[in-house]
Structures are given as structure tokens and as C-alpha cells.
């Protein structure tokens, strides 16, 4: 008697099953390696200066700046008093100013070099949304209205502007962030000259090669203007350098004596704002490729040990 050849469906089930998990795998795999390898610019000492020029710092009214001040390597700082400095020091022309000018250029250069997510050039960033990226402009940025910078969700999540030459800001502009964006992780190298209009609602770090000019009542709510070679000049500004949010440890509980005190009841401490989504993206930064090979090893072997029972 001749044996029935038959096609067991059960084989071709199988192999659709580890196909579609190893694409999955590659898929997860190559997102997660996306988003560790998007680092914010790191901008060594110079991470304490809220304000710092090449050659001269100048000021004009009340302005309020929260963190250094300093100039390096020309040593005229002009302006304070009427202008104040909380939080920090001013540094003319002394070694910690000249350190900042050095981080601040390593830092300019890493930003300079960032390969492009999309080419902005010749569009107004007014009225735009955008995403985790870096954005390019051969030659001038202008700001007209808001620019709002998305998170997603990520509070990682870096957003750098690479200008060509000048960037300028129209009057009552604003950079606005949301859904976890973070201050300190926006970054705006500037080929040439940075001004900012007046009563423009700034935020992040300007990384300009030659000087930074804030008009009356233009505001950095969080972030830093750093002139690598000329001067920064402001006018009835506030300045205030931003700083990351952290998660806040959950405190490990600790035997203590029982006294009996009336209880004191405090409001819940504030929540950083960290997403369910960045928690899944550190997660697989580091464990998704062995994650997604066990489940591959798993599903295979199920389902070869289902076929054999079903086709002994």
C-alpha cells in the first residue's frame, strides 16, 4: 500500500509564527537602538552659566539671571547693577569662564555634527509641531508665533536645531513643550548671530558662534545664552538656566521608634513627569533583543512539540 503524502498545516503554521516574531524582534530591536542613540549635547562646565560671552556681557534695565554670568576670553561685564545674578557668580575673563568657553565649543561642534531628521530651511518654525529630532537649516531660522516640541511621552526625548547662520525671533514668539519635553534637552546652535525679539517666550540652550542679542522683555523661561565669540547683549530680560527633572527615589521604610505625636498630614509630593512609554523604552534599550529571542525559542518549541503529538 502505498502512504498518502499529506501537507501538514500545522508546518506551515510554524513557520508563519517564527516569521512574524523575528520581524517583530528586528522591528523593537532597531527602535530602541534609534532612541539610545539620540544623547542630548552635553555641555560640560558650562551647563552652570546661564549667560556667557566671548567678549563682552552687556545689559541694559532690571534683568534677572538665574545662574553664572561670565565672559572669556574678553573680560567687560557691564550692566549689573541695574541687572542681577541669583544663583550663580559672575566670571570675568578667570579660569572658570574660560573652561565654560571650551566645553561650550566641544559642545557646539557635537551639535554641528548631528545628522539631520528633517531639513527645515527657508520655513518658519511658527506654527509648527515637532517630534524628538534634529532639524537643519542651511542658512537663517525664523520664529513667527509658537513652535510646540512633543515629547511623546519620552521625557528623554532631545530636540536639536542646527542654523546655518542667523536665528531670529518675531515679537510675542514662544517655544512651548509638552507631553514630557524637557528644557534641558533642547538645543539651538547657531552658525552666526541669535536675536530674540521682544517679549519672545524662549526656552532651551543657545549655542551661538558669534553673539546673542535679547531684546527688551524677551524672556529664556528655561535655558541659556552661550556667545562662543562675541558679545551677549540683554535689555529688561529674565534668564534662568534650566535644569533636568529627575525621578524621585521611593524612600525605603526604616524601623523607628514608636512616639506617640499627633499625626502630621502632608500634601503627596509631585509626580515627575515620566511616561509608561519611557519606561518601555529604557526597558528595551537594554533587554529587548533577549527578550524577543526567548519568546522566538519558546513559540518554536510549543509548536514543534504540538506537531509532533498531532503527526507522530
Known amino acids: 500500500m502505498t502512504r498518502r503524502s499529506t501537507k501538514r498545516p500545522l508546518d506551515s503554521a510554524v513557520a508563519r509564527t517564527v516569521t512574524a516574531l523575528i520581524v517583530l524582534s528586528v522591528f523593537v530591536i532597531a ?37 553664572d554670568l561670565g565672559v572669556s576670553p574678553g573680560s567687560a561685564v557691564t550692566g549689573f547693577p541695574p ?31 548631528r545628522a539631520c531628521t ?8 511658527g ?9 537643519c537649516f542651511s542658512s537663517s531660522a525664523q520664529l513667527t508665533g509658537p513652535v510646540t516640541l512633543d515629547a511623546q511621552g519620552v521625557s528623554s526625548a532631545v530636540f536639536i536645531f ?34 530674540l525679539g521682544t517679549t519672545t517666550t524662549f526656552l532651551g540652550s543657545i549655542l551661538a558662534l558669534t553673539s546673542i542679542a535679547l531684546n527688551t522683555g524677551a524672556t529664556i523661561v528655561e535655558g541659556r545664552a552661550l556667545a562662543r565669540n562675541g558679545a551677549v547683549t540683554l535689555d529688561t530680560n529674565t534668564i534662568t538656566r534650566d535644569t533636568c527633572a529627575t525621578p524621585t527615589p521611593t524612600p525605603t521604610p526604616t524601623a523607628t521608634a514608636q512616639v506617640s ?19 518601555i523604552s529604557v526597558l528595551w534599550s537594554g533587554t529587548g533583543a533577549l527578550v524577543v529571542a526567548g519568546l ?12 509532533r503529538r498531532q503527526n507522530p
Not at 163 to 176: D, E, Y
Not at 261 to 279: E, I
Open 31 to 67: 527602535g530602541s537602538s534609534v532612541r539610545a542613540a539620540h544623547a542630548p549635547v552635553g555641555l560640560g562646565t558650562a551647563d552652570s552659566f546661564a549667560v556667557l560671552g566671548g567678549q563682552t556681557v552687556t545689559n541694559t534695565g532690571p534683568t534677572e539671571v538665574s545662574g
Open 83 to 113: 541687572g542681577t545674578v541669583t544663583n550663580g557668580t559672575i566670571h570675568e575673563a578667570d579660569a572658570v569662564a574660560a573652561q565654560a568657553q571650551s566645553d561650550l565649543t566641544t559642545a557646539y561642534t557635537d551639535a554641528a555634527g
Open 118 to 125: 528633517a531639513d527645515l530651511t527657508d520655513q518658519d518654525l
Open 127 to 135: 506654527g509648527m509641531t515637532l517630534t524628538d529630532g534634529t532639524y
Open 162 to 195: 542646527q542654523i546655518g547662520s542667523t536665528l531670529t525671533t518675531a515679537s510675542a514668539s514662544s517655544v512651548n513643550l509638552i507631553n514630557g519635553a524637557q528644557a534641558c534637552n533642547v538645543f539651538w546652535q547657531v552658525g552666526s548671530s541669535a536675536t
Open 261 to 279: 505625636v499627633a499625626p502630621v498630614v502632608s500634601p503627596s509630593p509631585a509626580l515627575p513627569d515620566t511616561s509608561v512609554r519611557d519606561q
Open 296 to 307: 522566538v525559542f519558546l513559540a518554536v518549541l510549543s509548536l514543534y512539540a504540538a506537531s
